[in-house]
């Protein structure tokens, strides 16, 4: 509060209530963060709103107003957040865009019981016609993956434009992540998937697999393997799919024998294990960007994407570097995810978070580097992390991985994605089961299913809740970051249908998606692309909305439009967080509490 006060004065929109009633506001449970030194705001706008109920009960023969409005404003000088230079300010438009999937889910389960938890999915060869496509965003993909370690640059497009065409037909704002190969060791180029049985003989050779005679050949990447493995190593295939133990070196070529059988997938990643420990010889030098990847991350630009994930990052350098070229080369935001699956980058993790904008715990690679035992407490640190920085993070690998093959899941798939929910990460990330596998529609049907019934638990039980550190690096940032969290303390005590946040960079919805608060985020932006970056967050359910000049018309508009629509009835209360540019400039930010019209 501290920091409020040396920004500007606080503005009663009514007198204060007795003291007793901001002592009871006081006691509200810290659901959020520990929010004392927020609940200034929160406590005079909850004192308002009790006035107003009390002055209803001694004058009983005044009406009740359709609209109960309870303006807490802070009134600052000019802010430095982007978003207090942006938002509130455009021209008006008739009508908003809204995901219809999103809205039939809005009107058959209501605001409180809407899904929370974002689906990525993975379009490959079983995914990518226009048909599935469609199928799956219908079904509640929020962002569709391109992985660049398969198809070409002209594949990857017409992906992209179905997407896109996707998106302007139906409303969608299915966000696109290109994810880099990275230059860990892999198989070259199958033309199709090879299942391995166990006690067959495979040659792993860095010449042409054609050449080999009597044996089936496997293309590897990387010139040094033959000196970096020794006779009697295990070679781990694409985090565990399938292990092999090198029985003889001749050569380019390394004679194997399959240990633990399973499906060999095209270009699939390969570590090597000696007496239970990673083996890191040249390999480990190895960039983490190369030029492939490069020219990669060219295209990614010209195309637009709203993401580009980054594999097997070590340190942040990569991240900031990455993050220097994008701004000289691209006059949109595309945002960095970080990808944790080396051995190298856990010591290193908090450095990447900070220093990325969005985290993939990506488990299948990650397993084949550290200890399995590790990888559920690893995964745990990484969640708690980059939810206490703001941080979208995602949880990826083997969710359903007997999707693959089977319509339904195993029990302890279910479980597993149960967990990830329960620690409240933004997002499931479909790999094999949406790209490969023979049911990627009913795959992304189990995770949205299992995802709202646990949180529907976590909401009952108030299950996750964490303390989040304060993050702003001035006082005028710790403004936005105290206001959302107070309104995100008041949308649960209130019993909030729904907060409402204005934005044209995100940077507010991002504040309060961190807050984790028991109902859903409605976040209005006029730029399209925002829209898609903001479907990444957990709770941030995104629409296009053409801005007014007045804040206080973009409201009545909001309403106007959801109701006409049947996305809100009248009576429900909502939290609107919005900063107000009015003519002098200064910035005024406020946490209204309103009923629909």
Partial sequence: MDAMLLQGKVLMAHSTCPVADLRQVARLPHRCRNVRRSLHVSAQAASVTARQKAG??????????SIDTTHVPIETGKGTDPDHVADGVGSSGPDIEVDSVLAKELSENGFRSTRRTKIICTIGPKSSSEEMLATLAAGGMNCARLNMSHGDHEWHKTVINRIRKLNKDNGYSVAIMMDTEGSEVHLNELKQPQKAEAGEEFV????????????????????????????????????????????????????????????????ANLTFRRNGTIVRARNSMLPVLSSKDWLDIDFAIQMDVDFIAVSFVKTADVINNLKSYLSSRSSKVIEIVAKIESHDSVPNAQD?????????????DLGAQIPLEDVPSVQKEIVMRCRQQGKPVIVA???????????????????????????RADALMLSGESAAGAYPDKAVAVL???????????????????????????????????????????????????????????????????????????????????????NLRWGVMPFRLDFS??????????????KRRDLVKEGELVIVVSDIRPDDQSVVRSVQIRRVP
């Fill in 56 to 65: 209803t009960e001694t004058a009983k023969a005044e009406p009740t107003p």
């Fill in 204 to 267: 792993l050779t860095i010449r042409n697999p054609a050449v080999i005679e009597g044996k089936k050949g496997l293309g590897v990447s990387y010139e040094a393997f033959v000196d970096d493995v020794q006779v009697g190593d295990h070679v781990v295939v694409d985090g565990g799919m399938v292990t092999l133990d090198v029985l003889e070196k001749a050569g380019p070529d390394v004679r194997c024998q399959v240990a633990d059988p399973g499906i060999i997938l095209s270009r």
């Fill in 352 to 364: 990447i978070i900070e220093a990325s904008d969005a985290v993939m715990i990506a488990r299948g």
């Fill in 397 to 423: 690998s083997h969710l359903l991985q007997s999707m693959i093959e089977y319509p339904t899941p195993t029990r302890a798939e279910v479980a597993d994605i149960s967990d990830v929910v329960r620690q």
């Fill in 448 to 534: 949205r299913a299992v995802s709202g019934r646990i949180e529907e638990w976590c909401r009952q039980e108030k299950y996750g809740q964490i303390v989040l550190p304060n993050l702003a690096p001035n006082a005028d940032g710790r403004v936005s970051e105290e206001l959302c969290a107070s309104a995100s303390v008041m949308a649960n005590a209130l019993g909030a249908s729904a907060i409402f946040v204005y934005t044209r960079r995100g940077y507010m919805a991002n504040f309060l998606s961190r807050c984790r608060p028991d109902c859903p985020i409605f976040a209005f932006t006029d730029q399209q692309d925002v829209r898609q970056r903001m």
């Fill in 549 to 562: 000049a007045n804040p206080e018309e973009n409201v009545d508009t909001t309403f106007k439009l959801l």
